[in-house]
């Protein structure tokens, strides 16, 4: 097996397809946070500080489910190896292999951003959830907090929280989340991959382990803290033996719900994921390969709306069938509840106590 590099997804740098386009890369408006001297291909991690202009963006994917994400960074150590967000790094002048987890830009600027969207006359309290893009809990957050102050702000405003993520650290604002839990305003989505801890450490090799998200699982739960396991991705022939036993465990911890999406490598994450393939699992690499691109109409990726994140085809069936099997075995009367965004109007405009 070729040489792999320790601790990342990505095994290579992967080009900027905008590159032929830009005449001058000027790095003059970041701070670096990283220590002088630093080879410029040691395999550390850089984080940068970047100064945008809003934080909060509306979602124009219909088949995402959901309106307006916020992202505290942009780019994540956590290195999942399939990740659809690796495209977007190319956006802010960096490739999506090993740059998007070497590289990750910081928007210290996030919790006053959010605040001036909140008093926004224009904004209406549609629910906002955290990362949709990149964790907003990948390893910086342990150092900066910067996903807890935004936090802070949505318990103020009382206003409708979503949060996605793959790590335990979660756990660390559980108190902030009881507390938007009595205004029924928040809902938590965790990703589980996997329940092989073998897996999800060639996959995802920074994230918290499975044992530490199962536990995230039964402790919001215990708390009625509305949790939806997201399978995803699906990926045939590595995880997609595992629906029925992952949506019974997750069941039997509290999840509410469980959803899937079906790999899809679209844009640059095609040639990363088949260069890790090749070297981490040499043997299976053609086959997994080939039934990917069977759930997408022959390629590695299919775009169309509505069939981008489920697939086509027989080997897509299946794993729908298994996970309507799953959920009705196991999670017969499964659902996430909707967040409540009166007490946020409230605040916003108390004369409507009035009325």
Same mark, same amino acid.
């Given at each position: 097996?070729?040489e792999? =590099? ?6 290579k ?9 830009r ?23 850089? !984080? *940068? ?16 489910g ?8 942009q ?8 990740? !659809? ?23 210290? %600027?996030?919790?006053?951003? *959010?605040?001036?969207?909140l #008093?926004?006359?224009?904004w209406?309290?549609?629910?906002i959830v955290?990362s949709?893009?990149?964790?907003? !809990? ?7 907090? &910067? ?13 409708p929280?979503?949060?996605?993520? #793959? ?29 092989s ?18 536990? @995230? ?11 939806? @396991?997201?399978?995803?991705?699906? =990926?045939?022939?590595? %995880? ?37 393939l090749r ?11 080939h ?17 981008? &994140? #489920?697939?086509?085809?027989? &080997?897509?069936?299946? &794993? ?6 799953? #959920? ?5 009367e ?17 004369q409507?106590?009035?009325?």
């Amino acid at each position: 097996m070729p040489e792999s =590099i320790h601790g990342r997804g990505a095994q290579k740098q992967q080009h900027n397809r905008f590159d032929e386009f830009r005449h001058e890369t000027r790095n003059d408006y970041l701070n670096y946070c990283h220590s002088e001297g630093e080879a410029a291909d040691d395999n550390h991690t850089k !984080y *940068l500080d970047v100064f945008p202009k809003t934080f909060v963006n509306k979602v124009t994917s219909p088949d995402v489910g959901m309106g307006y994400s916020a992202n505290p960074y942009q780019g994540c150590e956590h290195g999942c190896v399939y990740c !659809y967000a690796r495209n977007s790094h190319e956006y802010w002048g960096y490739g999506p292999g090993l740059d998007f987890e070497r590289t990750i830009l910081i928007k210290k %600027n996030a919790p006053q951003l *959010l605040e001036e969207k909140l #008093k926004s006359k224009a904004w209406n309290g549609d629910t906002i959830v955290f990362s949709g893009n990149t964790d907003c !809990y990948q390893p910086i957050e342990r150092k900066l907090e &910067i996903t807890r102050k935004c936090l802070e702000v949505m318990l103020k405003w009382k206003h409708p929280t979503g949060i996605i993520t #793959k790590n335990a650290l979660i756990l660390r604002d559980l108190e902030l989340l009881k507390a938007l839990n009595e205004y029924n305003a928040i809902s938590v989505y965790i990703s589980i991959t996997s329940l092989s801890e073998g897996i999800r450490r060639l996959l995802e090799p920074r994230t918290a382990s499975i044992k530490k998200r199962l536990q @995230v699982v039964e402790t919001l739960a215990k708390y009625d803290i509305p949790v939806h @396991v997201m399978m995803a991705p699906i =990926i045939p022939s590595l %995880n997609s033996h595992e629906i029925l036993p992952l949506v019974k465990t997750v069941a039997n911890l509290g999840a509410r719900s469980v959803g899937y999406t079906v790999v899809r490598l679209n844009g640059q994450i095609g040639p990363i994921f088949e260069d890790w393939l090749r070297k981490t699992m040499p043997d299976r690499a053609d086959r997994i390969l080939h039934q990917i691109a069977e759930c997408h109409g022959g390629q590695l990726n299919d775009s169309t709306w509505g069939r981008r &994140i #489920k697939g086509s085809g027989v &080997i897509s069936e299946q &794993i729908k069938s298994t996970m309507a099997l799953a #959920k009705k075995r196991y999670l017969p009367e499964g659902g996430m509840p909707s967040l409540c965004v009166d007490h946020y109007l409230q605040i916003k405009n108390p004369q409507l106590g009035l009325f």
